[in-house]
């Protein structure tokens, strides 16, 4: 048998693993890689069947005490930007819609609105951007709500619009369903990290990518019908979630100012 030189096998070890790497990363499962298993060193659920990972993901981030969730949602027409931190109790964060962007912030069953004067003077009685002039508040107590957490009244319409966005269970639990019949689409990678892919509807239900390192949380959500695309980060990282200070705050009572 003749021997190879040792820079050739150097060459030759080098260029294995490189492709080995790689296999893992796409799931083609080259001969010799890690004894052919590309779930190799993952935490197994890319061998699971789509809807198996459906729900062991649901359930890691249900269990899971925070995330921070970022990207689009489009809801009834309208296209809101999220960066929202959550936990059970609560979340805070911001909301971009149509170019304005507000605050929100919910300590238990308490909502907090925060927002710029001119949101202020542009909201109608629905807290939607009054720009066909009707609605708004005037412009003496816009001034006085500039920058200032106004509480929102639980039976006023923008509770229940906004406080979704600070609700981590429900939130959570209607983006991560995925529509139609689900199937596996692959490993993929997401902000470094090792995902495998699922989806409904042979991809016009959604895509979600799981993590295949450590828990397997959702990472990356691309929602059915083009209505948004998310991303999840930070699980488990607890965060500070108080009541602000009462000089930062203004009480309307049972409903928010509309005129």
Known sequence: MTAIPQGRRTRRATLTSALCALAVVTGTGLTGCSGDDPDAGTNGVGKLPADQVQARTKAAAASAGAVHLAGDVVSNGRTYRLDMRLKS????????????????????????????????????????????????????????????????????????RFSGFTDKGVLLDSLLTLHGALAADGRHEQSGVRTIRITGGQGTGGTLDVSLEGTPYPLRLARAGDAGTLTFTEWGKDFPLAEPDADDTVDYGKQLPTS
């Open 89 to 160: 109790d609560g979340g805070t964060g911001s909301v971009t819609s149509q170019g304005v962007t507000f605050g929100l912030l919910r300590v238990g069953a308490q909502l907090y609105l925060k927002a710029d004067a001119q949101f202020w003077s542009n909201a109608d009685d629905d807290g939607k951007d009054g720009k066909d002039g009707k609605g708004g508040t005037n412009g003496g107590a816009a001034g006085k709500l500039d920058g200032k957490y106004v509480k929102v009244p639980q039976r006023d319409p923008a509770y229940k």
